[in-house]
């Protein structure tokens, strides 16, 4: 069984404070390792997909890892804007999508 | 970019009634579209494959006559639940691909509040 799994459940950093967020995961058939930020009563906003160990991507603060078991998602200098659950899931085929649970990141000024 | 819209963003309903959602592809069509449902505090789960011209695909333990799925177009699909009761109450959230664009992502759209009185 297909299955995604992030840590921790809830981080709370001061502003300026760079952190790193972990998912595991168990897929077979790995198509692609996504990254998503949702805001509270929002949909999930696209932020990244990994396809192979060693792939990494950017984006302002965000930086996304992909090894051949584990995601990582860092934030650098994070500011409060950036409070909001992150997701991650893992593609299979036909365009399915596991999602972990989340880690709910709480930026303080 | 590809963008997904859904409508209503939220809505109230009896028990006993049945409410449709629906899902636009605004600048793209979209043979299939999926549909989620989130409970408070825990993550996303696949309820159902919309596929245009063709029956859905539900996942198990996904009620099929409760959760009725009507992909009619490749830029719409509706989700009707049913006889709805207050344990359906949940954020309801479709998602599609933009299949013109290489390696392009599941895009989101910003989700239904279904509250069952």
């Known amino acids: 069984e297909d299955q995604v799994t992030q840590s921790p459940e809830a981080l709370r950093l001061q502003e300026g404070e760079s952190s790193s967020l972990n998912c595991s995961y168990t897929v077979s058939g790995l198509r692609g390792l996504f990254w998503y930020r949702q805001d509270p009563g929002k949909g999930p906003e696209f932020l990244f997909t990994l396809y192979s160990a060693g792939e990494e991507k950017e984006k302002e603060r965000l930086k996304a890892t992909l090894t051949k078991k584990e995601s990582f998602l860092h934030i650098t200098a994070p500011k409060p804007e950036d409070s909001a659950t992150y997701l991650c899931?893992?593609?299979?085929?036909?365009?399915?999508?596991?999602f972990g649970e989340g880690t709910q990141l709480t930026v303080n000024p | 970019g590809a963008v997904v819209s859904q409508h209503p963003s939220w809505v109230i309903c009896k028990s006993g009634t049945s409410v449709k959602i629906e899902c636009r592809s605004l600048d793209f069509q979209a043979t299939t579209m999926f549909w989620y449902r989130q409970f408070p505090k825990q993550s996303l789960m696949l309820m159902a494959t919309?596929?245009?011209?063709?029956?859905?695909?539900?996942e198990q333990g996904v009620e099929k006559d409760k959760f009725l799925i009507n992909h009619a177009s490749l830029t719409l699909s509706t989700l009707t639940v049913t006889s709805a009761h207050p344990e359906d109450s949940s954020f309801y959230i479709c998602s599609a691909r933009d299949l013109g664009r290489y390696n392009s992502p599941l895009h989101f759209g910003n989700g239904t509040r279904l509250t069952v009185t």
């Open positions: 919309s596929n245009e011209g063709s029956k859905a695909t539900y």
């Open positions: 899931a893992g593609e299979t085929s036909g365009s399915r999508l596991t």
